[in-house]
């Protein structure tokens, strides 16, 4: 972060708590700094650095609270926050939302096959696959289990089809090695565009429907709410 412009005389601090790295600071202006005025820079430097950390600290700490902790998806308590504030601005203003409902085929077949340490490591390949597919303005989430949400902002129904076969398409063709060999996945998708003024619950009930619809169909399908 920049805060002025930059002149021809500079300061910099480097902002460190015992051996850890917390950043620099570079001050700046057309005159040279005094004696004085450089022990007060100091002085200030000496009493943000405790504060700073604690300040990161706490930022971490928040930021790990909202991930799933094997995948690194969002977890329950962040999708239900995103969701609410997606709906929100989508009711307010007119726009469009989607929701995907996403299931890893036979997901069971695999841990009973190949342990549950590979069924971790099919975790998270599918949701770094999944990730990969997105925009910066969408949302990924570790629904549960083997079940993933994914938040369409400004996407219509047209739209999240897209989507959702591009997502499909990419886990299909998903290889994951180990030592017994090379395990292959699918995904259900079941996807639901919101509905005006709908709730969180409904438009999730309608996508999860949608998808058990395309498990009953014969799965490694992609299946649309009404």
Same mark, same amino acid.
């Given at each position: 972060m920049a805060l002025g412009a930059n002149s021809t005389h500079h300061i910099q601090? @480097?902002?460190n708590y015992q051996t850890e790295f917390l950043g620099e600071i570079t001050? @700046?202006?057309a005159q040279r700094f005094d004696d004085i005025e450089?022990?007060?820079l100091e002085s200030i430097m000496s009493s943000l650095?405790?504060?700073l950390r604690n300040a990161l600290l706490y930022s971490t700490a928040l930021h790990n609270a909202m991930k799933d902790p094997l995948t690194g998806a969002g977890n329950r308590i962040s999708m239900q926050s995103t969701l609410?504030?997606?709906i929100a601005i989508a009711q307010r203003h007119n726009?469009?939302?989607s929701v995907l409902m996403v299931d890893i085929d036979y997901f069971k077949r695999i841990n009973d096959t190949y342990g549950h340490s590979t069924g971790d490591t099919v975790l998270v390949n599918v949701a770094h696959t999944l990730q990969k597919q997105l925009r910066n303005s969408d949302s990924l989430f570790r629904y549960g289990g083997e079940e993933f949400l994914v938040v369409l902002p400004? @996407?219509?129904?047209?739209? +999240?089809a897209v989507v959702a076969e591009r997502l499909r398409a990419s886990l299909? +063709?998903?290889q994951i090695s180990n030592e017994q060999g090379v395990i292959s996945v699918t995904a259900s998708i079941g996807c639901a565009a919101l509905k005006a003024q709908e709730s969180l619950n409904s438009v999730l009930q309608r996508s999860d429907a949608a998808l058990y619809a395309a498990k009953n169909k014969g799965r490694n399908q992609v299946s649309y709410a009404s």
């Amino acid at each position: 972060m920049a805060l002025g412009a930059n002149s021809t005389h500079h300061i910099q601090y @480097t902002l460190n708590y015992q051996t850890e790295f917390l950043g620099e600071i570079t001050f @700046t202006r057309a005159q040279r700094f005094d004696d004085i005025e450089l022990s007060n820079l100091e002085s200030i430097m000496s009493s943000l650095v405790l504060p700073l950390r604690n300040a990161l600290l706490y930022s971490t700490a928040l930021h790990n609270a909202m991930k799933d902790p094997l995948t690194g998806a969002g977890n329950r308590i962040s999708m239900q926050s995103t969701l609410e504030r997606d709906i929100a601005i989508a009711q307010r203003h007119n726009q469009a939302l989607s929701v995907l409902m996403v299931d890893i085929d036979y997901f069971k077949r695999i841990n009973d096959t190949y342990g549950h340490s590979t069924g971790d490591t099919v975790l998270v390949n599918v949701a770094h696959t999944l990730q990969k597919q997105l925009r910066n303005s969408d949302s990924l989430f570790r629904y549960g289990g083997e079940e993933f949400l994914v938040v369409l902002p400004n @996407t219509c129904s047209l739209g +999240a089809a897209v989507v959702a076969e591009r997502l499909r398409a990419s886990l299909e +063709a998903l290889q994951i090695s180990n030592e017994q060999g090379v395990i292959s996945v699918t995904a259900s998708i079941g996807c639901a565009a919101l509905k005006a003024q709908e709730s969180l619950n409904s438009v999730l009930q309608r996508s999860d429907a949608a998808l058990y619809a395309a498990k009953n169909k014969g799965r490694n399908q992609v299946s649309y709410a009404s």
